[in-house]
């Protein structure tokens, strides 16, 4: 019998030690469950806050950032002590004395709360700074679970980071109302300034934001905001932070914060947006995308845009778009919305291209005869008067003035004479600015109006080119056989395409008549169709494709209807690859970025990454000048380039493309309407910069007879040359190697001895440009031969002007 109690002594140490082991197991189950997926201590050692990213143009200044939310980051060390102070004192004063988590604290809001169970006190909390901020990694559900997910997260923070570091998280990272995370952000939203010119009143209203920003708003909850502030301001009195004179100064300021204000708009160009579509491409999104990402990685990306050619391209474009759309009558209203209550936000969400600064988008409220009084986003009204609203509808014989009513939403302009009724333009097009030595984009539009039309009719727009990719073809002949000088026959031609299609006969634009024998130089100058389709057919349009494809426009089919442009292309591929012609015939890859760097300053992108020994040398050693390494690659023979680049000089002079020579300084460039004409092209530049544009309809249709690349799309290039031009150098195009300048007859292309080039832009004889044994002999048997086949002599500028009635 003296056995069972030893027995049931075992048994309940059994049972004990059980219990001990299910209860260490449950605990390390629990454990496990509330780390997992927690960051480890290595983890938070290398945390970075989120952090907007900048944009920085061609020389060095801010232009943008890509943001979501107002946060500016200041480091700890530029934060003002009293700030600091402010923030301890009102959120944790025992910050720099816990271990991150304040155990007498949550004791003392423990038996704080349980008294307020049984009184109409408001529940306590007694989360210290560090898990206020690991609150930010965990969640923010209200659950006990959380609450032990913090406190592991928190602990590990104090240690992994200094309570400087996480300070200096704390204050760059908690919201402070009006959309604003950081106390930069806030003292800017709130106050007007930065954290480094707040008084201590403003320091510690702000100090009182972290609870609820709502609760404290200093116009709506001004007493209860003035009440909270003056006890942080009791609080660091007590603490020993600040005398009792300078809480009581500060106590008497009135809060006197500034009107809440929308974050500014990002700046709305094209440019910036193709930036920002390829960052994301490259880095991605949101901080989920990792450390480098653009909405959060806090990225610093310099750019190729330079200010001055941008804003002139985005001008000129548009000034392009409104004066095509000036003649023609008013299509109507843009939408339609209800004017009941609530109408400026109805509005506001309404899309209305806009494209220039002094247009608004407004909506009709009420009519009093031809006089409309119209509304605009912000609640405000205005008169639109009939005499500025007169413009014809549609086909009708009534104007817009008449047939407008309530609901109807218009775009509008200020003028001296009051609100005046716009249209934006139905025609669109795309605008490209290369440096012709790197490649890098200057400039870029895409559309009339970024904040309306988010398609990149630049980089996106498959347009096709129309006479803007002869100087391709005129190249590649130069490149089998033909000279600048080569007499070719501007005379009817058909080929045979298949017993199914029959036999194919191309004519001249606007069917211009032939013009007979008339030199290579010539044919591209005036743009004839029908000296270039023999040209390319001569040639090989495998060739020509070959070089299309080369230069990066296309991949095309050998056939002839495209060497008067009926291969679609964008203007970026187009630009580019005249870019690379101006270029010596060396390739050249497009790009808007130069380089990216991180948070800290390190590159962690650069577009141009050829190693260049000895450019950072302090001083000249007296040998050869270093150079960027790396292979150069030749997409066209470098003598071709400046043949066909000097022949295009002739296009601006005497050809299509004579409007631009009122800029006064050695230009290039090529014309180009294609049929319909549906599209109007211009491409060309300086030794320096090319530019290209075109303009049509998004779903394309004709344009009218009247527009041409000459009159119509050359026109915009010379205005925004007059402006982002005007500070370049003026230079001459580069003869590179094994090129002769032989002087020849302008009109024949024969070799002249004796006589010399006159200036003007009409001389008889001309520098032309040939590679070596391919220049006119002084007796040209082969030449009279041509003439004797061809039925004549190459006829004279007056004998030609006189045949086609004019100028054309």
Known sequence: MSRWPAIAAGVTRLRLLLLILAA?????????????????????????????????????EIVTSYTRERRIFVPYAELPPRLIQAYVSAEDKTFFEHSGIDWLGIASAVATNIESLFSDRRPVGASTITQQVAKGLVGSEVS????????????????????????????????????????????????????????????AYL????????????????????????????????????????????????????PNRALPRPRDDYFIEEVRRTLIARFGEGQENGPNSVYGGGLWVRTSLDPVMQAAAEQAMRDGMTRYEAGRPWRGPIARIETGGGWPGRLSGTIVPLGYPNWA????????????????????????????AARPFRTSNRSAAQVLRPGDVIAVARTPAGWALRQPPEISGGMVVEEVASGRIRAMVGGFDPRAQAFNR???GLRQPGSTFKPIVYATAMDNGFTPASIVVDGPYCVFQ????????????????????????????????????????????????????????????????????????TVLRLTNAYAQIFNEGRRLEPGLIDYVQDRTGRVIWRRDNRGCPGCNAPDWNGGPMPRPQGRVVQV?????????????????????????????????????????????????????????LYLGYDQPRSLGNQAQGGTTAAPIWRQWGQVALKDWPTLPFAIPAGVRMVRVDRRSGRRVFGLWPDPGPRPAVIWEAFKPDSEPRRINRAQDVLERRSGGRVRSDAEFLEAEGGIY
């Open 458 to 460: 630049a980089t996106q």
């Open 207 to 258: 100090a009182i934001l972290p609870k609820a920003p709502s609760t404290y708003d200093p116009v709506r909850q001004r007493a209860r905001a003035l009440a909270r502030r003056d006890y942080v301001l009791r609080q660091m009195a007590a603490n020993g932070h600040i005398s009792e004179a300078e809480r009581a100064a500060a106590a008497a300021q009135p809060l006197a914060a500034i």
């Open 498 to 569: 298949t017993k199914l299609l029959g036999t194919k006969c191309f004519k001249n634009f606007n069917n211009l008549r032939s013009a007979g024998p008339q030199t290579l130089r010539w044919g591209l100058e005036q743009s004839r169709n029908l000296m270039t389709v023999r040209i390319a057919d001569a040639t090989g349009m495998d060739r020509i494709t070959a070089q299309a494809r080369a230069l990066g426009i296309g991949d095309y089919q050998p056939v002839l209807s495209i060497a008067l442009g009926a291969g679609e292309t």
């Open 636 to 692: 066209m023979d470098p003598r071709t380039a400046y043949q066909i680049v000097h022949v295009m000089v002739g296009v601006i002079q005497r050809g299509t493309g004579t409007v631009l020579a009122s800029l006064n300084r050695p230009l290039a460039g090529k014309t180009g309407t294609t049929n319909g004409p549906n599209d109007v092209w211009f491409i060309g530049g300086t030794p320096d910069i090319v530019a290209g």
């Open 361 to 388: 988008k407004a909506v009709v409220l009420t009519k009093s005869g031809l006089d409309t009084r119209i509304g605009f986003t912000d609640g405000s009204s205005g008169i639109l008067p009939g005499r500025l």
């Open 24 to 60: 260490l197991l449950l605990a390390g189950v629990v454990y496990w469950r509330a780390t997992s997926g927690l960051p480890t201590q290595a983890e938070l050692a290398g945390f970075s806050p989120a952090l907007p990213s900048m944009v920085r143009d061609v020389n060095g």
């Open 144 to 203: 006990l679970w959380r609450k032990i997910r913090e406190a592991i997260v928190a602990r590990r923070l104090e240690a992994a980071l200094s309570k400087q570091q996480i300070l200096e998280i704390y204050l760059n990272q908690i919201f402070l109302g009006r959309n604003a995370y950081g106390v930069e952000a806030a003292a800017q939203a709130y106050f007007g300034v930065s954290v480094d010119r707040l008084d201590l009143a403003q320091m």
